[in-house]
């Protein structure tokens, strides 16, 4: 099977990240890479052997050589590039969330369905080993009717920039968009939507929080205008509903992690964006009227699947999926779909906050203003 020609846009800490990832990925074949910062783009490129450089993304979109390009910029650049990139006849790969709007990742979609090319969004915790075996467990039927779900996500002092990591980009609504929810509560809302069927949101209420302290030339350096805690709660089609609190920085020693809840039994996730840290997972049930806590063996569970599947490797990460799926080797999972459903949540919370009010879907969807920013 032929290997899968890719040019990354963006060369950055996310496209650094990208490419080295993509290096250890079988029929992945980087060709050439994009950035407005030539020089870093070059150094890049020389680094890790890619043949080709270019300063103008449209420029590399008029090659007929590439069949997919990965989008590693800021939020608010997420949509034209896009946009252009499918009308140019490429596959796209985005980092999350899929934009710095609602209004510009349904253009995104749209734009997909329009051209006929994959769009695939960043959401690698959907393809965590908890995950699937959460994923396992429900389509086994053993949570039984679904009905609740709490998305969590903890950091206890680590804003970008103002706690030493990452740039000002991060925490300014012109680049971003937002903040403690694109960054981090994007992951924990894809999850369980992902596990819940991504149903269709009815009702979202919720309230935006900066109120710790932080040094007052990293505040000014910064420009932080974005939350640094969010709290919301979302009622869906059909009576579920979501809690949701994603911190970047909060007085507090932790957080449980997230849930998801049914008729017959729960699952206690992780709050973790990664399996590299320390894992929560737990399945809770009812047998022979005891009240049961199960532990599960998560990595053992992941062998066995990897032992059973035709390829292996197509489910093991965000980015091995995206190769799968262009190879021909796996369907995509709807990362485009769940992540615009992810964007809804989000900006009903922000619509929400300033409004003082609970807001429905469609009112969230009509007050969406484009954040993105001209190419």
């Known amino acids: 099977m032929s290997s899968v020609r890719l040019a990354i846009i963006g060369t950055g800490q996310i496209g650094k990240m990208h490419i080295a990832n993509y290096k250890a990925i079988p029929g992945a074949e980087i060709v050439a890479v994009c950035d407005v910062n030539v020089a870093e783009a070059e150094r890049v490129a020389a680094e890790h052997g890619i043949p080709s450089t270019y300063a103008d993304f449209r420029e590399m979109l008029k090659r007929d050589d590439v069949d997919a390009v990965d989008v590693c910029l800021h939020n608010n650049y997420h949509e034209p590039v ?58 086994a039927g053993k949570l039984g009717k679904l009905f609740h779900a709490r998305s969590a996500g903890f950091r206890r002092r680590n804003r970008p920039f103002v706690d030493g990591y990452g740039t000002p980009a991060f925490t300014r609504k012109e680049t971003a968009g937002g903040g403690a929810l694109f960054d981090m509560g994007v992951y924990h809302i894809s999850q369980l939507l992902y596990l819940l069927g991504n149903p269709q949101v009815s009702r979202i209420s919720g309230q935006l929080y900066q109120e710790m302290a932080m040094a007052e030339e990293r505040r000014s350096a910064s420009g932080f205008d974005v939350e640094e805690f969010a709290a919301g709660f979302v009622k869906f089609e059909g009576g579920i509903t979501m809690d949701i609190a994603e911190s970047w920085a909060i007085h507090l020693g932790g957080f449980e992690g997230g849930a998801i809840v049914g008729s017959e039994g729960g699952i206690r996730l992780s709050g973790a964006v990664s399996d590299a840290e320390p894992n929560r997972f737990a399945f809770h049930t009812a047998i022979a009227d005891l009240d049961m806590d199960c532990s599960v063996n998560l990595e053992l569970a992941h062998v066995r699947r990897r032992r059973l599947a ?37 900006e009903g919370i922000y619509l929400s906050h300033e409004r003082g009010k609970e807001v429905t879907a469609e009112e969230t969807i009509a007050g969406s203003v484009s954040r993105s920013v001209p190419l």
């Open 82 to 139: 896009t946009v252009a990139a499918l009308n140019a006849g490429k596959h796209v790969y985005c980092e999350k969330p899929i934009a710095g709007a609602y209004a510009d990742g349904a253009r995104m979609v749209e734009a997909a369905r329009g051209t006929g090319r994959m769009l695939h969004i960043q959401l690698n915790r959907l393809f965590s080993i908890e995950t699937a075996t959460a994923k396992e467990l429900i389509d």
């Open 310 to 346: 035709e390829y292996p490797d197509a489910y093991e990460s965000s980015q091995h999926h995206w190769i799968a799926a262009l190879r021909g080797q796996v369907p995509l999972l709807p990362t485009a779909e769940i992540a615009l459903n992810t964007m809804l949540v989000s």
